[in-house]
Every structure is written in C-alpha cells, then in structure tokens.
C-alpha cells in the first residue's frame, strides 16, 4: 500500500488566504508544466487554509518518493515548509474527503 507524507506549506505573515491560494496556484502550476512526475507524486490537499504564527498554511500528501523534491523546490518559490514527524505518514484511508481533497492527475 502506498504511503504519503504530509507536509505544511506556510505562507507569509499576515498574507491573506486569497493572496496565498494564488501564489500556491502559480506554484503548483509550474511544478505540473515543469516537472509532471513529481507532481504525480502529489496525491491530496487539506480542503481549508489553517494559521500557523500568523501565516497561511496548507497541508500535502505527498507519495514518500517525492518528499525531498518538494522540501527543496517549495522553499525556492518563497514559501517555508515545516518538514514531516513521525506523525505525518498517512494511508489514503487516512485522509478523508471530508478534509482533504484528492488532486487529479
């Protein structure tokens, strides 16, 4: 069974989710023009925004293959990313529809 690895890609301080939801558009589209294989990799994202110290984060599940990638392009394009625990292994029966979206591919 595959396992994915869930990262937090935080945004600026006091940036507001709309200025950060394009940004993680703009993103997410280079990475699928420029590197379609990892972003394969990418399975899910959690469905809300969350705070963390006054900045924007979303959460992804990422297939464990694709981790390193991910932890050194997304801090590039000016974005931080808090590396995975122990805790951020999940299943995809552990991320419900309910809080995560599944990406198409």
Not at 7 to 14: E, N, S
Not at 55 to 81: C, D, N
Request: charged share 30%; hydrophobic share 40%; aromatic share 16%.
């Amino acid at each position: 069974m595959t396992e994915y690895v869930g990262i937090q890609v935080l945004g600026k301080v006091g940036e507001t989710d709309l200025v950060f939801g394009q940004r993680l558009t703009l993103l997410w589209t280079e990475i699928l023009r420029k590197f379609p294989t990892e972003f394969d990799l990418v399975y899910a994202e959690t469905i809300a925004f969350e705070k963390q110290e006054e900045k924007p984060t979303r959460r992804y599940a990422i297939e464990a293959e694709g981790v390193g990638f991910f932890l050194g392009k997304i801090p590039m394009e000016g974005f931080e990313v808090t590396p995975p625990t122990e805790d951020d292994f999940y299943t995809k029966y552990e991320l419900p529809a309910t809080e995560w979206w599944q990406i198409e591919h």
